[in-house]
Each structure stands twice: as structure tokens, then as C-alpha cells.
């Protein structure tokens, strides 16, 4: 379900009816504060409430999920509903277990970082050697931070560790050197802008065309990978371009092979 759609349609369709958010809730039996977060796209309406939200705005179930009106001469028929209805309780009870392990997972994340947390406390109070203590102890702060999203957040997970990488990197990285390197922070900038570029190439690609998704990913690392061997070049750093070579094969080689596939596709189709 496409929540920002479904919440439109359903505010749409209230309008439509000249139905209040509190005129709809009570014929639901919920509180005009569910309403309203359906239409603003806070949350979505529960499953067991679609028959009848769908019933109160005079939509069939379909169109409630697809969050337009269908212009078919015939409505759908009661069958055809109740297969759509099984299907979504289906996909969101299968979600809920696949959700489980994540929670698990989380929690071991946190306890094993907060026993690190303890143990590196300990020896900070009983060793010398303080500030590489306290080093660590913020690497496991940051690691857990960019972990929790992936693993706490049910929409949009990638997009919240990468928020935190990216409002985190640089003052993170600022604690390793007391005299701190221009040039350092412009390969992290670069670095984290690439993983942004890499995160909405396999947004729009990754489904439907893999092999695209992973050739841009890669001919992206290309312009990266020569602009750091440059400012490591001019830092008097070695530095080896071959790595950029590579990549750009790889890339090519990916490119390839998405086009002989959309080939064999395209034809498939043409001979159906």
C-alpha cells in the first residue's frame, strides 16, 4: 500500500462525501485522531478496517488500496475483493514475523554495545591511557546510532542511517586527528555523497533493472575514486589508479549485460 496515496484518496473522498474526520471516525468506531494521521500520512488505516472504511467513502476495496478511482464499466466483483483483502492480511502478517528478528537483533546490537560501553568505562577509571578509551567508547556510540534506523525504523531504514552518517561523519572523524585535515573531510563528504547517490540509483533501479542499479552504482565510484587518489596524490600519498580502472570495467561489464537482458526481454515480448 502506498500510504501517501491511500491518505489523499481517503481525504479526497470525505471532501467528496461532505463527511467531517470526526463524522468518519464514528462510523468506523475510531477517534477523528486516527483519521486525520491517515490523511496526512502519519500512519494507514488497519486491515481489519478496510471493508468498512471502503463502504463509508462508497469505494470499493481495490480502489481504496490503489488510491484512485477505477473507471470500469462494471464494479469489481465480491470475490475479487475478498482475494485482495487476503492477500494484504497475508503480506502484512508476513511482515510481522520477518519485523521480529530485527527487533532481536536490535537487542542484542544494543546489549553487546552497552557491555563494550561498560568494559571500555571501567578501563578509562583504571588505565592511563584515557583518550584512546574514550575513542572507542564513541565508536561504539556512533556504530550503534548508524545501526539503529536499519533496524528499529519499519519505512525508510536506509535513509535514516545514511541521515545520521551524514550530520555524524565529520565530528566523528574530527576526533582522531587533534590537528584536524582539510583534505580528510573532503573524502568524507565525497564518501557519503556517493552512498546518497548510490542509495537513490537502487531506489529507482534495483527491482526492475539489478544489473543497471549496480553498473551506476559502480561508474559513480569512478569520479569518486579518482577525485580521492587526487587528494592523496597531492598530499604525497601513494596512491594506485588501478583500483579506478577496475571499477570502470565492472561498471561497463554491468551495463552490458543489462542491455543483452532488456534485450532478450523486449523480444520475448515482441513474439508473444
Not at 510481522?96 to 528478528?101: A, F, P, R, V, Y
Not at 536499519?150 to 545514511?162: D, I, M, P, W
Not at 526492475?208 to 592523496?232: D, F, K, N, Q, T
Request: net charge positive.
Amino acid at each position: 500500500m502506498e500510504e501517501n496515496q491511500i491518505g489523499v484518496f481517503i481525504r479526497d473522498r470525505r471532501l467528496e462525501l461532505g463527511m467531517t474526520q470526526q463524522q468518519l471516525a464514528d462510523r468506523l468506531g475510531i477517534t477523528d485522531k486516527a483519521v486525520s494521521k491517515w490523511e496526512r500520512c502519519l500512519s494507514y488505516p488497519d486491515i481489519t478496517l478496510l471493508r468498512e472504511l471502503a463502504d463509508a467513502l462508497g469505494v470499493s476495496v481495490t480502489e481504496l488500496l490503489a488510491g484512485r478511482r477505477d473507471n470500469l464499466p462494471a464494479p469489481v466483483p465480491p470475490e475479487v475483493e475478498n482475494v485482495v483483502l487476503d492477500t494484504v492480511c497475508y503480506a502484512e502478517t508476513a511482515r510481522k514475523k520477518n519485523s521480529g528478528w530485527r527487533f532481536w537483533l536490535f537487542v542484542g546490537l544494543t546489549a553487546a554495545c552497552l557491555t563494550a560501553a561498560l568494559v571500555l568505562t571501567i578501563i578509562y577509571f583504571a588505565s592511563n591511557y584515557t583518550y584512546g578509551v574514550l575513542l572507542a567508547i564513541k565508536c561504539v556510540a556512533f556504530g550503534w546510532a548508524v545501526c539503529y534506523p536499519l533496524l528499529r525504523f519499519e519505512r525508510r531504514q536506509v535513509c535514516g542511517s545514511l541521515g545520521i552518517l551524514t550530520v555524524a561523519i565529520l565530528p566523528f572523524l574530527m576526533q582522531f586527528s587533534r590537528e584536524w585535515n582539510a583534505w580528510a573531510a573532503w573524502i568524507a563528504v565525497l564518501s557519503v555523497a556517493y552512498l546518497w547517490a548510490v542509495y537513490f540509483v537502487c531506489r529507482r533501479f534495483l527491482r526492475e533493472r539489478p544489473w543497471l542499479a549496480a553498473g551506476l552504482s559502480l561508474a559513480l565510484g569512478v569520479p569518486l575514486s579518482a577525485a580521492i587518489h587526487g587528494i592523496l596524490s597531492s598530499r604525497g600519498i601513494d596512491s594506485s589508479a588501478f583500483g579506478i580502472v577496475i571499477t570502470a570495467i565492472t561498471a561497463g561489464a554491468c551495463f552490458l549485460t543489462d542491455l543483452v537482458l532488456r534485450h532478450r526481454t523486449e523480444n520475448r515480448e515482441k513474439y508473444r
